[in-house]
Structures are given as structure tokens and as C-alpha cells.
């Protein structure tokens, strides 16, 4: 009731038919990668009972996540790279953009769980079974996705309470919370200090709490005598790494900055990291790279 406008025109990354195409052609068999990577993870971990521990359900979850989170956003980008008419209406805008935050934010609530069981793995092996028991891993994992539904209030329903009017074309490929503001015709100030506030907590505690366990990790493998041991457990500490900065390099770049100007050229470059590359890359780096999947993975 509060908005003049009924629908958005997603103004994507070309409009440039021979270049559409070829990004539909990409981006398509990205998405299909990426959900049968994720999908083939879920259904090795639920079939073989020596995968039913934390380290494994927690991957299921995240895979399970990657899923949700990237059909969130590419289905519509491919739609619209064909489509003529390249419209989402308010209220689709609006769930996408709820959608988006919450997984966006359940996915660090886990990266940052998943780096603390292998923390507790690697510093504490002989206590591991005692803190990490079922009701523990049960808790965390609910506790990640409950937080970050609810994290995705704030965010969405100040952002659908802004007034939007005549002028409609948002210069991205999805409902993104820095063209919304600018395309917003309210006076956007309060709306971006709290999600700034919110995205600096949010992302700042998860970065800093998965960097601390990982150093922590570390820091034990330099005491191991044997060199392939090191070697083994850098590479895979190395990959986890990797992934964790790239993915939060591209939220922090995004969300924790006091205004929201970044160029749209830049914008949708940097969200095509944490949207299509990191749902690819997660089930490599999480799972090939681990002995005892790989041989699940085989004899399923």
C-alpha cells in the first residue's frame, strides 16, 4: 500500500542478444552442477551410515542450503536472459530478497559451526565425543537456520516499506538490497544504518569466529611429527579457507559499508561470487578432498 509501483524490470548483465545466449548457456550448466553436486552429496551422506556423524550431517545441511540459495536467484536470472519482457512483481521482488538474506545468512551461521567441529576435531579429539553428541549437533544446526530466518526480517520488511515510484528498472540481475535503495525515492538513511549494523554483526562475528578455528587448527598441525600429515590437513585447512574468504570477501564488500554505491558493473561481478561460484565450489572442496566420502562415494 505504500508503493506506487507493481513491478520491477531486472535489467540483467547484457542487452546484447549473442551475449545473453552465451551467458544463458553458462550459467545453465553452472545451476545444473551445482544442484546435482549438492544433491549427489545429500543422498551419499543419508545412504551410508559411516557418514552419519556432525562433520558429513552438517555438510548435508550446507548442500541442502546451496540448493535453496542458488534456485533462489539463477532460475530467474536464465528466465530473463530469453525473456522479452524481463519483470518480477513487487511482492516476488520482495520473497526473492527475503529468501536471498536468509539463506545468505544461515549459510555463514554454518560455515561458522562447521569450523568449529573441526575444531573441536583437531584441538580436542578426545573430548570431540563428548561436546559433540547428537543434541549438540541437532541444536547448532536448527539454531543456524531458526537465526537466520530470522535475521531476514529486518532487512526485507524496511526495504518494502520504502516508497518506490514511477521509475521501476533495477540494474541488477535479482532483487538486491543496494538497487533497491537507489531506486528508492524515500529517504533511505535509516534503512541502510541498520542493515549496515546488522550485516557488520552478522558477518564480522561468523568471519572472525571460523578464522579463529581455523588458525586454531593450524596451530595444533605444526606440532604433528609426521610431514604428510601436515601436508594432508594444510591442503584440506588450505581449500576450507579459500572458499570461507572468497565468501565472505564478496558479503563484506557488498553489506559492510556505510552507503551502498558500488557500481552496478562491480555489484553484479560481486554477486555473481557468492551466487554462483561458492554453491559450485562448496561440494568440491567440502567432500572430493575427504578420503572417507570419496569411498562412500564409490561404493554408492
Known amino acids: 500500500n505504500v508503493t506506487a509501483v507493481l513491478e520491477f524490470k531486472l535489467l540483467g548483465f547484457s542487452s546484447n542478444p549473442h551475449h545473453q545466449i552465451l551467458l544463458f548457456v553458462v550459467g545453465l550448466v553452472t545451476y545444473i552442477l551445482t544442484v546435482l553436486g549438492n544433491i549427489i552429496i545429500i543422498l551419499v551422506v543419508t545412504l551410508e551410515p559411516q557418514l552419519h556423524s ?8 550446507l548442500s541442502f542450503l546451496e540448493v535453496c540459495y542458488t534456485t533462489t536467484i539463477v532460475p530467474k536470472m536464465l528466465s530473463n536472459l530469453l525473456a522479452k519482457r524481463k519483470s518480477i512483481s ?9 529468501c536471498f538474506v536468509f539463506l545468505g545468512a544461515t549459510e555463514c551461521y554454518l560455515l561458522a559451526v562447521m569450523a568449529y567441529d573441526r575444531f573441536l576435531a583437531v584441538c580436542q579429539p578426545l573430548q570431540y565425543g563428548v561436546i559433540m553428541t547428537e543434541e549438540s549437533y541437532t541444536r547448532l544446526a536448527v539454531g543456524s537456520w531458526v537465526t537466520g530466518v530470522l535475521t531476514g526480517f529486518l532487512p526485507c520488511l524496511m526495504v518494502s516499506r520504502l516508497h518506490f ?12 538490497i543496494s538497487p533497491l535503495l537507489r531506486l528508492s525515492c524515500s529517504d533511505t538513511t535509516v534503512t541502510e544504518a541498520v542493515i549496515f549494523i546488522l550485516s557488520l554483526l552478522v558477518l564480522s562475528s561468523c568471519f572472525l569466529l571460523t578464522l579463529v578455528s581455523y588458525l586454531l587448527i593450524i596451530l595444533t598441525i605444526l606440532k604433528i611429527p609426521s610431514a604428510s600429515g601436515k601436508r594432508v590437513t594444510f591442503s584440506t585447512c588450505s581449500s576450507h579457507l579459500m572458499v570461507v574468504t572468497i565468501y565472505y570477501g564478496a558479503m563484506m564488500s557488498m553489506y559492510v559499508r556505510p552507503t551502498y554505491n558500488l557500481s552496478s558493473k562491480l555489484s553484479k561481478a560481486v554477486s555473481l561470487l557468492y551466487t554462483v561460484v561458492t554453491p559450485l565450489m562448496n561440494p568440491v572442496i567440502y ?3 575427504n578420503k572417507a566420502f570419496k569411498k562412500a562415494l564409490g561404493k554408492t
Open 287 to 289: 567432500s572430493l578432498r
Open 90 to 98: 513487487f511482492s516476488g521482488c520482495m520473497a526473492q530478497l527475503y
Open 165 to 176: 515510484c514511477r521509475y521501476n528498472l533495477i540494474d541488477h540481475f535479482y532483487c538486491d
Open 54 to 61: 556432525p562433520l558429513f550431517k552438517f555438510l548435508q545441511n
